[in-house]
Every structure is written in C-alpha cells, then in structure tokens.
Antibody, heavy 112, light 107 residues
C-alpha cells in the first residue's frame, strides 16, 4: 500500500525553524516528483514546493522562497521541508503529496 | 501567478441531485487540472487528473471536463458521502495554485 507519513510539526516561535519529514512506503520517492502543500486552519489549500526525482529541480511559492528548502533522501525514501525564519502566517497543516497520494498532515504553529 | 476562480463557493443540494462546480483559470492551462475532495479533518483526495481522467477507485458519478481556461467537475447523482469541500488545482505553471474551494452541503 502506498503511504506517506509526515512528522516534525509543532509549536515554534516567530523567527524559529522546523524541519518536516515525510516517510514513504509502498513506492520509492526516487520515482516521482514530490510536493508539499499546506492548509491554514479553516481555510483553503496552498501549494508550497516540489522537487524532481533526483533533487536537481526545486520550485517554491513566492511567500516561502529564501526561507524554506525542500529536499529528499532517496536512500531513506524520504522527503523533507526545512523551514527557517518562520512567521505567524506559516501556521498550517503541512501535507506531503505524491501524484495524488497525500499524507495525513503535520501541524505547524508559529506563535509566541 | 495563475489565479484559479472556483464557483460557487458553496452550494446546498439533495441526495440524487446533479451538481456542477466550475474552475476558471486566469490564463490557459491546457488540461493541467485536477479536482480534489476534502472531508473535515481529513487530507484531500484526488478525484480527477488531467482535467477529465478519473482517479482509480473513484466512483464513476464523478466526471471532469474542460480545457484551456474553463473546467467543470460534475457529480451526476449526489450521494451522502459526497458532502465535502472540493478544490481544483492547476499544475501548468509554477507556482501551482488551488481554487478557493466549493463546500457542498446537504439541503
């Protein structure tokens, strides 16, 4: 069964950092583009970033450029999102996505 | 960025009704569009990809159509389990962008 499991969310102060992880099973991450999507509580969805199969191509929404870094470790079959200089508006549930398959999400709260 | 305008933002319908949701793109996106269903507290689930291709395991009452700038998701006969929020997503140009969502409620 194809499954994605996110971890690493939590409460962080403005200006702080978090690293989200996404562990894949049932398929190899090296075979697919991988994506992070977030959802602000009670609101809509926002595409955040994606990365190609070998990590040579990365794309970001403007609001996170220079602060977030997407990466992958094909040997560990995992996807990551390093989030620096966090702001209150980054508070959201973060989902790991592969070609229509979504993880359950991990909550990130940025507050003092 | 490509803006995706989804309408209506909400609708009330009865079981058995035919429901249509529309997404309009601010510029042409060929058929690079997907439709997603989200229920409260759950991750979204993809229903349609490439504008009109049904995701494996999704009931055939769901269908998608359109190309260029105008797209529709149709539920031919609404079932109790279809009450949810629906989103479109364009994957033609970066950054990919979602529509604002359509909440389908019970009349």
């Amino acid at each position: 069964e194809v499954q994605l499991v996110e971890s690493g969310g939590g409460l962080v102060q403005p200006g702080g950092s978090l690293r989200l992880s996404c562990a894949a099973s049932g398929f190899t991450v090296s075979s697919s583009w991988m994506t992070w999507v977030r959802q602000t509580p009670g609101k809509g969805l926002e595409w955040v970033a994606n990365i190609n199969q070998d990590g040579s191509a990365k794309n970001y929404v403007d609001s996170v450029k220079g602060r977030f870094t997407i990466s992958r470790d094909n040997a560990k079959n995992s996807l990551y999102l390093q989030m620096n200089s966090l702001r209150a508006e980054d508070t959201a549930v973060y989902y790991c996505v592969r070609d229509g398959i979504w993880g359950q999400g991990t909550m990130v709260t940025v507050a003092s | 960025d490509i803006q995706m305008t989804q309408s209506p933002s909400s609708l009330s319908a009865s079981v058995g009704d035919r429901v249509t949701i529309t997404c309009r793109a601010s510029q042409g996106i060929r058929n690079d569009l997907g439709w997603y269903q989200q229920k409260p507290g759950k991750a979204p689930k993809r229903l349609i990809y490439a504008a009109s291709s049904l995701q494996s395991g999704v009931p055939s009452r769901f269908s998608g159509s359109g190309s260029g700038t105008e797209f529709t998701l149709t539920i031919s006969s609404l079932q109790p389990e279809d009450f949810a929020t629906y989103y479109c997503l364009q994957s033609n140009s970066y950054p990919f962008t979602f529509g604002g969502g359509t909440k389908v409620e019970i009349k």
